[in-house]
T-cell receptor, first 114, second 115 residues
Framework: EAQVTQNPRYLITVTGKKLTVTCSQN?????MSWYRQDPGLGLRQIYY???????DKGDVPEGYKVSRKEKRNFPLILESPSPNQTSLYFC?????????????FGQGTRLTVV | EDKVVQSPLSLVVHEGDTVTLNCSYEVTNFRSLLWYKQEKKAPTFLFMLTSSGIEKKSGRLSSILDKKELFSILNITATQTGDSAVYLC???????????????FGKGTKLSVIP
């Protein structure tokens, strides 16, 4: 089954404790991205990657890192989480940008930083 | 700055009503407009629109794009409680030459359908 898999689904952590949210897709998509969703603000892009070893900042990259060492994986790293990073996070993937197709979303990770 | 605005932000209707959700945009290098439905988890794809005036239809849902007036509408007829969700509109920006493309989302319309 074609899917985007995020882990964990729920996470509660303390301020300053490094964490990684994993994202993996099995559709051989070139393009992957991370969004955060907050009440009243909608989905905002954090980082995106157009292919292996190619990443770029989205609208709200501060406090986040990403890497794209393999095509299927695109982890989101919070080196020193803070309470304002409490949010619902989504990973998404799409095929090559030349194709007009929708983005496929993971199931989301609800992160709480206390 | 690229902008996608959805209205209304929330809406409560009774089962059987017809609703129209709006999405207007101001972006550079428009490529496509997408509608998603989100029910407490991952957004699920509904429609992609690239050309003006061509209605996309799926069951009781339909959508159309007006590239001259820069908006799209999503219609839901004979609403059911299962239509209760947040409906997201996103605009894809054409490759800017730097090789990037992005989806810019509106804030969503929360639809509640009561029996």
């Amino acid at each position: 089954e074609a899917q985007v898999t995020q882990n964990p689904r729920y996470l509660i952590t303390v301020t300053g404790k490094k964490l990684t949210v994993t994202c993996s897709q099995n559709m051989n998509h070139e393009y992957m991205s991370w969004y955060r969703q907050d009440p009243g603000l909608g989905l905002r892009q954090i980082y995106y990657s157009m292919n292996v070893e190619v990443t770029d900042k989205g609208d709200v990259p501060e406090g986040y890192k990403v890497s794209r060492k393999e095509k299927r994986n695109f982890p989101l790293i919070l080196e020193s989480p803070s309470p304002n990073q409490t949010s619902l996070y989504f990973c998404a993937s799409r095929p090559d940008r030349g194709l007009l197709t929708e983005a496929f979303f993971g199931q989301g990770t609800r992160l709480t930083v206390v | 700055e690229d902008k996608v605005v959805q209205s209304p932000l929330s809406l409560v209707v009774h089962e059987g009503d017809t609703v129209t959700l709006n999405c207007s945009y101001e972006v550079t290098n428009f490529r496509s407009l997408l509608w998603y439905k989100q029910e407490k988890k991952a957004p699920t794809f509904l429609f992609m629109l690239t050309s003006s005036g061509i209605e996309k239809k799926s069951g009781r849902l339909s959508s159309i794009l007006d590239k001259k007036e820069l908006f799209s509408i999503l219609n839901i007829t004979a609403t059911q409680t299962g239509d209760s969700a947040v409906y997201l509109c996103a605009v894809e920006l054409r490759d800017s030459g730097a090789g990037s493309y992005q989806l810019t989302f509106g804030k969503g319309t929360k639809l509640s359908v009561i029996p």
